[in-house]
């Protein structure tokens, strides 16, 4: 496609074979193993198996924790054509769009673009920028197609997943190669993208099956031309999965690669490349018994000539044992190592020093899953990590369930959390060459919390279900900074708490006619620590809105028909005087012209011109109202 300045975007070399094999391959009568597009039920909603509140699979409607999950058929009936809109879905999340190429999403505040407070995993590996101790989200995509289900835990999740898991799990699951057999073209454009994505999927033997994708994806900019970063972006992609069961044993080999270029507004372009390769193993032992072996390897070189330039190879290996050791009791225990060799190079503003540095993790967890009585249970866990920095840390978590009914749950929940640093603490230098304005934190260290939970989950009849959370999250040494002779010092300046309330319900109005509704509210009182010199200023105290409410209408006309709305309204951020509250409605429609084929219309914010949602560095991106126009072939 043309950008909005006219320049061409072209897919990456490396990658424009692989996704030629793939579209040559699609084509194949392989309609008798399409994937079935139905919706869930609310009672298939309920009995959804999901693992990020556990790591053992369990009932959705019986995991304690503050958890929504969205389906692959949620993702596809929204419109969304890229991870952080699907994440929208999520009721417990908060989602801004910050430019063509970046967002800020958070659970529980910090609204911020680096993440820094959220893990996010695919299939068990982790989106963790070792500079940043964040998520970049223009370096991260996922074949939306191939995504089964997306566990979104807000709340703590330290004591499975260790820190940095401070204030919520977003945990993206891809589908089974065996069921994604067949074939899936999708290509869509619109305003301000343009999209295509093929999937071809086949048996590999009698036990198991291999998939290979590939899609590439042209963002315009959305920044003001006077701005001078980029933000087009033009982006290629492609991987595959294979699964194959051995007697009891399961396999499973999965590996990505991308390439992207981002340009515009006059600013020195940034290249982006990357690529990992995943194993998971594992054997039950027995009934809800097993042990699990899960390693990959992650490489991601990022050029920026304006911020920062960095290449970093991460492996990472896990092994987890589940076993029954008494009546009564589930229990789960885990080793796990990360090495991570971060190598930077100084860009024309800032530099980080050492330039290079190896960084390693290690951790072990345990956690015991009680039953106590017949309706209650009470989960016991814990996560020992060090390594980072010298740093160590333990993380405990305790969980109280009260099932009354099947169709109820309540629970308490009392965590300890923490954010361990990043270069970008300990090794930042502001401009690249002295003197310094900005100077990283040689003694700083994890941020620190403890959080308090109560919540009530429950399904009243077959047509509503509904949860309600409320939290409290006592913080201290959270990231400020303190003027010195030396210049502004990256320190652990901030504390203070914060609380507030989630909420959502699901109503199946009728058999094609499902409508959901979601609130958050969030109460911050974070101040400078006394005695502190702290000169952070108002966003180091989180740019965060007070209130955000969201409703969703997924309504089936007629058996080809989709007629879907969405709505959210989102306050003024905290600190934030250029981003005022706002509304923003969008409208999907959908024809399956065959049962092969769908025709799809999406309209954003089609009551207002344009909106903005975060700003930084004083440059709000304006997202304007606009349409896409989407075909799906599936068979």
């Not at 429950?458 to 309600?468: E, L, Y």
Request: charged fraction near 20%; charge should be neutral.
């Amino acid at each position: 496609m043309r950008g909005q300045n006219g320049a061409r975007l072209r897919m990456g070399c490396p990658l424009r074979l692989l996704f030629g094999l793939v579209l040559a391959a699609a084509f194949p009568a392989l309609a008798q193993d399409a994937a079935n597009l139905a919706d869930l039920s609310l009672e298939e909603l309920a009995n959804l198996r999901v693992t990020s509140t556990t790591l053992r699979p369990e009932r959705y409607a019986e995991a304690p924790a503050s958890i929504y999950v969205i389906t692959g058929e949620d993702i596809r009936r929204s419109g969304a054509t890229s991870l952080p809109e699907a994440l929208r879905l999520a009721p417990n999340l908060e989602v801004a769009r910050v430019s063509g190429t970046t967002w800020a999403i958070s659970a529980r505040g910090f609204l911020n673009v680096i993440t820094n407070k959220l893990l996010v995993l695919v299939d068990g590996r982790t989106l963790y920028t070792t500079v940043l101790s964040g998520v970049l989200w223009d370096a991260q995509d996922v074949m939306l197609e191939d995504i089964e289900r997306i566990e979104v835990v807000s709340g703590p999740g330290a004591a499975l997943f260790g820190a940095n898991a401070f204030a919520g799990v977003i945990n993206i699951i891809t589908k089974d190669a065996h069921a994604t057999r067949g074939a899936v073209v999708v290509a869509g454009t619109g305003r301000l993208s343009t999209d295509v994505a093929a999937r071809v999927g086949v048996p590999l033997g009698e036990r198991g099956a291999f998939r290979l994708y590939a899609m590439h994806n042209d963002r315009d900019d959305l920044r003001p031309d006077a701005s001078h970063v980029a933000d087009r972006m033009a982006k290629t992609s492609g991987g595959f999965r294979a699964d194959y069961a051995m007697g009891p044993d399961r396999l499973q080999v999965q590996g990505d690669g991308y390439d992207a270029r981002i340009t515009g507004n006059g600013a020195p372009d940034v290249r982006l490349k990357g690529g990992n390769i995943l194993a998971n193993w594992s054997r039950p032992l027995g009934s809800d018994s097993g042990l699990s072996v899960r390693a990959y390897y992650d490489y991601a070189r990022r050029d920026d000539p304006t911020t920062f330039i960095d290449r970093v190879g991460t492996f990472d290996i896990e092994a987890k044992y589940d076993l029954h050791p008494f009546r009564g009791h589930s229990a789960s225990f885990g080793l796990g190592y990360r090495h991570a060799d971060d190598r930077t190079e100084p860009s024309l503003n800032l530099r980080f020093i050492p330039q290079d540095r190896a960084l390693i993790w290690r951790s072990a967890f345990a956690q015991d899953e009680i039953q106590l009585a017949e309706a209650w249970t009470l989960t016991v866990g814990a996560r020992a990590q060090s390594g980072v920095f010298g740093i160590s840390e333990f993380l405990p978590d305790l969980r109280l369930a009260w099932r009354p009914a099947a169709s109820q749950m309540a629970w308490i929940a009392a965590s300890k959390v923490a954010r361990t640093p990043g270069r970008i603490d300990r090794d930042f230098f502001f401009p690249a060459n002295p003197p310094f304005f900005i100077v990283g934190g040689p003694n700083f260290e994890s941020e620190r919390g403890r959080v308090y939970e109560v919540g009530y989950r429950a399904s009243p009849n077959a047509q509503t279900t509904f949860s309600v959370t409320a939290f409290h999250q006592d913080l201290d040494r959270l990231r400020g900074g303190s003027l010195s002779d030396a210049g502004f010092v990256i320190s652990n300046e901030i504390e203070g708490k914060t609380s507030g309330l989630e909420a959502w319900l699901l109503f199946q109005a009728t058999s094609n006619w499902r409508l959901m509704a979601g609130y958050m509210n969030l109460s911050s009182s974070l101040h400078p620590r006394a005695g502190s010199t702290d000169a952070g200023g108002p966003g180091a105290l989180g740019n965060d809105p007070r209130h955000t409410v969201k409703a969703r209408s997924l309504w089936r006309v007629r058996p080809d028909v989709d007629f879907d709305v969405s709505w959210r309204y989102v306050s003024k951020l905290a600190y934030l005087e250029t981003v005022p509250s706002y509304s923003s409605t969008d409208v999907r429609l959908a024809w399956r012209a065959m049962p092969a084929l769908e025709l799809s219309l999406v309209g954003s914010d089609i009551f207002h011109k344009s909106h903005v949602e975060f700003d930084e560095h004083g440059l709000p991106a304006h997202i304007p109202r606009s349409f896409y126009g989407q075909v799906r072939w599936q068979f």
